[in-house]
């Protein structure tokens, strides 16, 4: 059994910032690729980004230069800081991971940006 445990999420101004965390606990051996998933309102969820065990990261492109994706793989822990945050930012961020061939999501945490 392996859980996800979101935190960070809330309400902030267009402009602030928030610092989203995943915790990945359970029956793990090796994990692949942890990464932020996001879903608006009347919007299919879409990746954000992601960061494979080596390090390297992907970003979609609307969050470029914003969102810095980090894990420390000590704590089985992922990491999201968003700088510069914009109301079309708000939405349901899903923790996502990638562990021994089978994959992971978190219960989601709200991310609400007011202009």
């Known amino acids: 059994q392996v859980q996800l445990v979101e935190s960070g999420g809330g309400l902030v101004q267009a402009g602030g910032s928030l610092r989203l965390s995943c915790t990945a606990s359970g029956n793990i051996f090796r994990i692949n690729v942890m990464g932020w998933y996001r879903q608006a309102p009347g919007k299919q969820r879409e990746l954000v980004a992601r960061?494979?065990?080596?390090?390297?990261?992907n970003y979609v492109d609307s969050v470029k230069g914003r969102f810095t994706i980090s894990r420390d793989n000590a704590k089985n822990t992922v990491y999201l800081q968003m700088n510069s945050l914009k109301p079309e930012d708000t939405g349901v961020y899903y923790c996502n991971l990638l562990a021994d061939l089978r994959g992971y999501w978190g219960q989601g945490t709200q991310v609400t940006v007011s202009s």
């Open positions: 960061i494979a065990s080596g390090g390297s990261t």
